[in-house]
């Protein structure tokens, strides 16, 4: 009878009830517990995030440096391939000297790598300057910066979450970057520094394919600004189900680097022309300011969380473009004068005809000519008038031993004959 008696069944702890309760504590306390400190943490200090970079990129390329040595030493291993017949070129251009190499270079423009100072490049600013007041004052009279802007943002690698991108604030900053402590140093086909204690000569130079780089340290402070306006969409489960506007603004605050130019010569065989390479360094400082808000009703602002995914993304981008190990490589023009090329002189009469008419601009053409031949002849006549004026007012070889009463043909000291 003991066997056929059930055992008692255990009885739940909580009931429905409060588990209900118990998850959503639970959840509503992992909800807190995110905002608190996903959304609302205190971000690291920018001398922190500056310096994790900053040892990140330079792990990066000393990594790209060992990867390229050992790639050298193994093919220096290889056993050297057969030279390959080349064609006969003509000698007509083979009169005078022979290609210059780096020392050649250096030596006949007196320039030391190893004892040379650095430049300043005060005129370089200039010019610099110069050419982004320009560009400044083309912005405000032309809509072309900020038409490429919204056709960039709203290209086809926009995701389907987001929607269309406006920008609502363009300031192109005030101030100039400056260009200082430029200096030449010579360096190997990949752009390597040839070490210290190297010396440069013409056979290591030919041999290695070294070239001349230039190196100057940039600055820029000023506030860079551009603000954008979009909405997250919410397409789950249906179309639409939730709009969340968002307005950022991502200012440039510091930029300090160095730049690195130089130049790729062409290559007759391949086909390539002139090429300018440039690139930073690893060791550059780029600060941001960014604003964000959220919301319509609600909303939040200046969240910290938003500013360094968005300060992380930048970085990311411009390390993936033009700094080291990578690098831009611009294609130079020919520099050899062409008629096509040439402006100045009658140009500026033919613009004028073809700008007003074929009829009345020839004969402003011919009136303006016919002025200039005027002033031309005036003053051709000028010189020949001061020039008469000169000559008569020379004194005659007579003249210089006249005396004041004397009479006209005698000489002092004679008398005249009886």
């Not at 690195?260 to 550059?284: A, G, Q």
Request: proline share 7%; net charge neutral.
């Amino acid at each position: 009878m003991a066997q056929d008696v059930c055992p008692a069944r255990a009885e739940p702890t909580f009931s429905f009830t409060q588990g209900l309760v118990f998850g959503q504590l639970s959840v509503v306390l992992l909800l807190a517990v995110f905002i608190k400190f996903f959304i609302f943490g205190d971000p690291p200090s920018p001398e922190v995030t500056a310096s994790l970079r900053a040892t990140e990129r330079r792990s990066r390329t000393l990594a790209h440096k060992k990867s390229l040595l050992s790639l050298r030493t193994a093919s220096a291993r290889q056993p050297a391939q057969q030279p390959t017949l080349n064609k006969k070129k003509s000698s007509i251009l083979r009169t005078g000297p022979p290609t210059l190499t780096i020392g050649s270079i250096l030596s006949k423009t007196y320039y030391k790598v190893d004892s040379h100072q650095p430049e300043s490049l005060d005129w370089f600013n200039v010019l610099v300057a110069q050419a982004i007041a320009q560009l400044r004052s083309d912005a405000q009279h032309d809509d072309a910066i900020l038409t490429s802007l919204t056709k960039a943002l709203n290209g086809t690698s926009r995701p389907d979450f987001v929607d269309e991108i406006r920008v609502t604030e363009l300031s192109l900053g005030e101030d100039f970057p400056i260009f200082s402590n430029c200096r030449i140093i010579p360096v190997d086909e990949d752009g390597l520094d040839l070490g210290p204690g190297k010396t440069l000569d013409a056979d290591m130079a030919r041999r290695d394919g070294a070239r001349l780089q230039a190196r100057m340290d940039v600055d820029l402070s000023d506030m860079i600004t551009l603000a954008v306006e979009t909405k997250l969409l919410l397409n789950f489960p249906k179309r639409l189900s939730a709009v969340l506007p968002v307005a950022l603004a991502v200012s440039v605050v510091r930029f300090s680097g160095t730049l690195s130019m130089s130049f790729i010569p062409s290559n007759s065989s391949e086909n390539t022309p002139t090429k300018m390479v440039f690139t930073f360094l690893d060791d550059y400082r780029l600060d941001f300011s960014i604003r964000s808000l959220l919301g319509s009703r609600s909303r939040l602002q200046d969240v910290p969380k938003i500013a360094q995914l968005v300060e992380s993304r930048l970085h990311q981008w411009f390390d993936d473009r033009c700094v080291e190990p990578r690098f831009q490589e611009i294609a130079l023009p020919s520099m050899w004068p062409r008629k096509k090329n040439t402006r100045g002189g009658d140009d500026a009469i033919h613009d004028v005809e073809r700008s007003m008419g074929k009829g009345k601009g020839v004969e402003i053409a011919k009136d303006l000519r016919e002025e200039a031949r005027k002033e031309v002849e005036a003053d051709a006549r000028a010189d020949r008038a001061q020039d008469s004026l000169r000559y008569r007012r020379r004194p005659r070889a007579e003249d210089a031993f006249s005396m004041p009463g004397a009479m006209p043909g005698s000489m002092p000291g004679f008398d005249a004959p009886p």
